[in-house]
C-alpha cells in the first residue's frame, strides 16, 4: 500500500500546490467543460482581458467566454500539462517563440491561416513585425492580445534626486551608482530572483549591447559551441560584477516576481532601478496610482556598453502576448473563439482600455490616440521604441525550447549566485544545444 | 502447533473479502507505479510523441550529479527534521497531555498549523522573511533582516524550521495520546518510591512512549520523502539549488524541463528509497516487540 501511497501523495502534493497557487488567482466560474474558455495572466493587462470578456460575454451570452486569470510562474507548467492531457482552454494564452513551436509540432493548436484568409480584418490591424512572433512556418497560429512589451529601466525619480543622481546612460554610469545608493541605504536595484526570469533580461541586454543579435540567433539555430561565443562571457563577467558590487536588492533570490514584490521595492523607494518589461507599468498603475500621477516613476532605455557592437535602439523582451486557439476545441467552441478575435478583441475599446491601463498595442496608426490618456510620453516611448527598434529580440526563455530554457535559468540563477564562472556557464549551456 | 490448530478451525473472514480493496489498491497503485517505470524508459516532453529510450533516462539520472546534491538534501531534510521535531513534540506532548486549564489553552494553539494548508504556512512564511518587508518593517528590528531564504547556507535550515512547524502539532497529538494512555498506577508507584519528575519522566514516561516514538518517527521520516508542496512555495528549490529536494527535482524535471522520461527515473528512486526506510524502520520497530506495560 505504501507504494502507492507515496507516489500518489507526491502526485497529489503536485497537482494541490498548482491548485492552490492557481485558484488562489483564478476567478470563480462555470465548469471548463461548458463552452469555450480562455486562460491568461494576472497582473499586467489583465484588467483589458478581464473587461473584454465581460463585455463580450454580454453581448453574446450564447457564445459567453468564460475567462480564468493565473499567476505567470505557476500558469506556464499549469497550461503545459493542460495542452498535454489535451484539456487545454480554447483561447490558450501564450508567448510566441519556442513554446508555440513545440505546440504547433505536437498538433496541439489550430492553424488560422485559412481564416485569415478569408477575414484579414483579423490582421489587417496589427504590426507585421509582432504578428511574426505569432507565425510557425509561415502559418499564423496564434495573435497578439496585449501591449508590446519592450523590456525599460524603471527608477525612482524621487531616489534620484535624493541623491543627486542622473539615470544611467552607459554600463559604466550604472557601476558607479551602485556605491552611491548603498551609501544612502538604498538598494541600487530591485530584480525577483526566485522567479528566474527576471535575471534573464540582464543577460539579454547585455549580450545585444555587446555582440549585436547575431549572438543569440546563433543560439537559437543551433549552432555549436553558440553559448561560448565571447559576448555571453564578457555579459556574464559584467553581471557577476555587478552582483559582487553590491547592485541588487538584500535577498533578491528569495523574491518572486509574480508577487509583485520587485515593483514595490520600486515605488517605496527601497531600491532605485527595476529592468523589466513594459508590462510592470500597469502593475505599478493598478498598486501605486500615486506614484505615476505625481511623475516620480522614470524609465529609460537599457544602458550601452563600450565597445559593444549592438545597435543601442536594440530592445528585447515579448512583442506582445497571444492568443491561440486550441485544435482540441468543438467547432462551435472555435468558432465563439475565432468570433471573439475578430470582434471582440483588439477594437476600439480594446486599444483604449490598454492605452489608458498603460500598455501599448501592437496596433499600427494608434499615435494620436495617445494624446487622450494620462501619460502620452510613456506612450509614445514605448511605440517609438518598439515600432523603430532594429531588433527586438523575444525572451530567451520563450524563443527557446522549454528544455534548453529550462538549463537556461538554472545556470543563471548559479552565475548570480556565483556558484559557477562564466567560463562553465558557456560549457553548460553549450551541452544543451541539439543536433 | 497448538496456533495452527486454532487458525484453522477459525470463522473468520473470507480472504474474497479483501477483492474489493486489493482490486482498488491494483488499479490505483501497482498499474500506474508499473506505468511511471514505463514511463522512465522513454522520452517524452508532455506533448509531443513518445519515443523509446531504454535505460537512457536511467544513466542520464545517475550520471548527473544533481540527482545526488537532491538526495543528499532530502537526507538532510530528513534527519534534521526528526532532530529537531521529535524533542519538540514530544516535550510538547507531555505537557499538554496533563490537565488544566492554561494546558488546554495552550493546546488548542499549538494546533493551529494543523489548520493551516501547506501553501498557506509557505506564504505566510515568505512574507514574513523577505528581508525588506517582511518581520524586520514590522518589528522595527535590523537583526530579523537576514536574507532567509535568498542565501545558500542558510535556506536549508529555514525550510527545516517551516517544515517543523507545520508538523509538530501533529506530532505532538500523536504523544499526547500516548501520554494519556500510561496508567497512572505507574506513577503512583513511582512516587511512593520517591522518584522526582526527571526520574518519572525518564524512567516510566519515556519507556512507555517507545511505541509512539516509533510510529511518529516512521511518519515523520518517510513524509519527509514527500515534502514538496511547502518546499516549492517558499523557495523553488533555491537559492540556486539549495533546498532542491529529490520531491522537487523530479517535479522541475518533469514540468519545467518537461522530460517526463528523466522525472520518472527519480519518481522511481523515491519510491524504492521510501519502500526501503519504512521496511528497515517495521524491522527495527519489530525488534524486541513485548507488551506496553514491559518492564513496568
Known amino acids: 500500500m505504501r507504494l502507492g501511497n507515496r507516489r500518489s501523495a507526491l502526485l497529489a502534493g503536485a497537482v494541490t500546490v498548482l491548485l492552490t497557487l492557481v485558484t488562489a488567482c483564478g476567478t470563480s466560474g462555470p465548469g471548463a467543460n461548458s463552452g469555450a474558455s480562455a486562460w491568461a495572466l494576472t497582473g499586467g493587462d489583465e484588467q483589458t482581458i478581464r473587461t473584454s470578456f465581460e463585455s463580450w460575454n454580454e453581448g453574446h451570452p450564447d457564445s459567453a467566454i468564460n475567462v480564468e486569470?493565473?499567476?505567470?510562474?505557476?500558469?506556464?507548467?499549469?497550461?503545459?500539462?493542460?495542452?498535454?492531457?489535451?484539456?487545454?482552454?480554447?483561447?490558450?494564452?501564450?508567448?510566441?517563440?519556442?513554446?508555440?513551436?513545440?505546440?504547433?509540432?505536437?498538433?496541439?493548436?489550430?492553424?488560422?491561416?485559412?481564416?485569415?484568409?478569408?477575414?484579414?480584418?483579423?490582421?489587417?490591424?496589427?504590426?507585421?513585425?509582432?504578428?511574426?512572433?505569432?507565425?510557425?512556418?509561415?502559418?499564423?497560429?496564434?495573435?497578439?492580445?496585449?501591449?508590446?512589451?519592450?523590456?525599460?529601466?524603471?527608477?525612482?525619480?524621487?531616489?534620484?534626486?535624493?541623491?543627486?543622481?542622473?539615470?544611467?546612460?552607459?554600463?559604466?554610469?550604472?557601476?558607479?551608482?551602485?556605491?552611491?545608493?548603498?551609501?544612502?541605504?538604498?538598494?541600487?536595484?530591485?530584480?525577483?530572483?526566485?522567479?528566474?526570469?527576471?535575471?534573464?533580461?540582464?543577460?539579454?541586454?547585455?549580450?545585444?549591447?555587446?555582440?549585436?543579435?547575431?549572438?543569440?540567433?546563433?543560439?537559437?539555430a543551433n549552432e555549436p559551441g553558440a553559448w561560448s561565443h565571447p559576448a555571453i562571457k564578457q555579459a556574464n563577467r559584467m553581471i557577476q560584477e555587478l552582483v559582487a558590487a553590491g547592485g541588487f536588492v538584500k535577498g533578491f533570490n528569495s523574491i518572486a516576481s509574480d508577487s509583485a514584490a520587485d515593483s514595490a521595492l520600486l515605488y517605496t523607494g527601497k531600491a532605485a532601478m527595476l529592468l523589466?518589461?513594459?508590462?510592470?507599468?500597469?502593475?505599478?498603475?493598478?498598486?501605486?496610482?500615486?506614484?505615476?500621477?505625481?511623475?516620480?516613476?522614470?524609465?529609460?532605455?537599457?544602458?550601452?556598453?563600450?565597445?559593444?557592437?549592438?545597435?543601442?535602439?536594440?530592445?528585447?523582451?515579448?512583442?506582445?502576448?497571444?492568443?491561440?486557439?486550441?485544435?482540441?476545441?468543438?467547432?462551435?467552441?472555435?468558432?465563439?473563439?475565432?468570433?471573439?478575435?475578430?470582434?471582440?478583441?483588439?477594437?476600439?475599446?480594446?486599444?483604449?482600455?490598454?492605452?489608458?491601463?498603460?500598455?501599448?498595442?501592437?496596433?499600427?496608426?494608434?499615435?494620436?490616440?495617445?494624446?487622450?490618456?494620462?501619460?502620452?510620453?510613456?506612450?509614445?516611448?514605448?511605440?517609438?521604441l518598439a515600432s523603430d527598434a532594429p531588433s527586438f529580440q523575444l525572451s530567451w526563455d520563450q524563443a527557446l525550447s522549454p528544455k534548453q530554457a529550462d538549463a537556461l535559468l538554472n545556470n543563471l540563477e548559479r552565475l548570480f549566485l556565483n556558484e559557477i564562472t562564466p567560463e562553465q556557464f558557456s560549457a553548460n549551456m553549450d551541452k544543451t544545444i541539439e543536433r | 502447533m497448538k496456533t495452527g490448530a486454532v487458525e484453522t478451525g477459525r470463522t473468520g473472514p473470507h480472504p474474497v473479502m479483501a477483492a474489493p480493496a486489493l482490486a482498488f489498491f491494483a488499479v490505483f497503485a501497482l498499474v500506474p507505479l508499473g506505468g511511471v517505470v514505463v514511463l522512465s524508459m522513454l522520452n517524452w516532453d508532455g506533448i509531443g510523441a513518445m519515443t523509446w529510450a531504454g535505460l537512457a533516462n536511467w544513466a542520464s539520472a545517475l550520471r548527473d550529479p544533481g540527482t545526488y546534491h537532491a538526495l543528499w538534501l532530502?537526507?538532510?531534510?530528513?534527519?534534521?527534521?526528526?532532530?529537531?521535531?521529535?524533542?519538540?513534540?514530544?516535550?510538547?506532548?507531555v505537557l499538554v497531555a496533563a490537565r488544566g486549564r492554561y494546558r488546554a489553552v495552550l493546546g488548542v494553539l499549538y494546533f493551529l498549523p494543523m489548520l493551516l494548508s501547506s501553501a498557506a504556512i509557505a506564504i505566510?512564511?515568505?512574507?514574513?522573511?523577505?528581508?525588506?518587508f517582511g518581520m524586520s518593517l514590522a518589528f522595527g528590528a535590523e537583526w530579523l533582516s537576514q536574507d532567509w531564504l535568498g542565501g545558500a547556507d542558510l535556506a536549508l535550515y529555514v525550510v527545516v524550521f517551516v517544515i517543523a512547524w507545520q508538523f509538530v502539532p501533529f506530532h505532538t497529538l500523536l504523544y499526547q495520546a500516548g501520554v494519556r494512555q500510561i496508567p497512572r498506577s505507574l506513577y503512583e508507584a513511582a512516587e511512593i518510591d520517591g522518584a522526582g519528575r526527571m526520574r518519572q519522566f525518564l524512567h516510566i514516561t519515556l519507556p512507555q512512549l517507545r511505541y509512539t516514538i516509533i510510529t511518529s518517527s516512521t511518519l515523520m521520516l518517510v513524509g519527509s520523502l514527500t515534502y514538496f508542496d511547502l518546499v516549492y512555495v517558499l523557495t523553488a528549490g533555491g537559492p540556486g539549488e539549495a533546498t532542491r529536494i529529490l520531491p522537487l527535482d523530479m517535479y522541475l524535471h518533469g514540468f519545467s524541463a518537461n522530460q517526463m522520461g528523466l522525472a520518472s527515473v527519480l519518481a522511481v528512486i523515491l519510491v524504492g528509497a521510501g519502500l526501503a526506510l519504512a521496511l528497515g524502520l517495521s524491522k527495527l520497530a519489530s525488534f524486541g516487540r513485548g507488551s506496553q506495560l514491559e518492564g513496568a
Open chain 1, 69 to 220: 486569470f493565473f499567476a505567470n510562474d505557476a500558469y506556464k507548467q499549469k497550461i503545459r500539462t493542460a495542452i498535454g492531457a489535451n484539456d487545454a482552454p480554447t483561447l490558450i494564452f501564450g508567448w510566441g517563440g519556442g513554446t508555440l513551436k513545440e505546440w504547433v509540432a505536437g498538433g496541439k493548436v489550430a492553424d488560422l491561416s485559412a481564416e485569415i484568409d478569408k477575414s484579414p480584418q483579423l490582421v489587417d490591424k496589427f504590426l507585421p513585425s509582432v504578428l511574426e512572433t505569432g507565425k510557425v512556418e509561415g502559418k499564423t497560429y496564434a495573435l497578439p492580445n496585449n501591449g508590446m512589451q519592450p523590456v525599460l529601466l524603471y527608477y525612482n525619480k524621487d531616489v534620484f534626486a535624493k541623491v543627486g543622481a542622473e539615470p544611467p546612460r552607459t554600463w559604466q554610469d550604472l557601476m558607479a551608482l551602485v556605491p552611491k545608493f548603498k551609501q544612502a541605504g538604498i538598494a541600487p536595484l530591485a530584480i525577483g530572483g526566485q522567479s528566474k526570469w527576471p535575471q534573464l533580461m540582464w543577460e539579454e541586454y547585455l549580450v545585444d549591447r555587446i555582440g549585436g543579435p547575431e549572438v543569440f540567433n546563433a543560439i537559437a
Open chain 1, 276 to 384: 523589466m518589461g513594459s508590462w510592470a507599468y500597469p502593475t505599478i498603475k493598478e498598486s501605486a496610482p500615486d506614484f505615476i500621477a505625481e511623475g516620480k516613476l522614470g524609465y529609460t532605455t537599457f544602458p550601452t556598453v563600450e565597445g559593444g557592437k549592438g545597435d543601442p535602439a536594440n530592445i528585447v523582451g515579448n512583442p506582445a502576448n497571444f492568443w491561440a486557439v486550441s485544435a482540441q476545441a468543438s467547432d462551435e467552441d472555435k468558432r465563439v473563439a475565432l468570433e471573439y478575435l475578430s470582434n471582440g478583441m483588439m477594437n476600439d475599446a480594446y486599444v483604449d482600455t490598454l492605452l489608458s491601463g498603460g500598455s501599448v498595442p501592437p496596433v499600427a496608426g494608434i499615435e494620436d490616440k495617445f494624446a487622450g490618456t494620462d501619460e502620452p510620453e510613456y506612450l509614445s516611448f514605448v511605440y517609438e
Open chain 2, 74 to 93: 532530502s537526507v538532510q531534510v530528513m534527519v534534521l527534521s526528526w532532530l529537531v521535531q521529535t524533542p519538540i513534540s514530544l516535550l510538547l506532548g
Open chain 2, 124 to 132: 505566510a512564511f515568505k512574507a514574513l522573511l523577505d528581508p525588506n
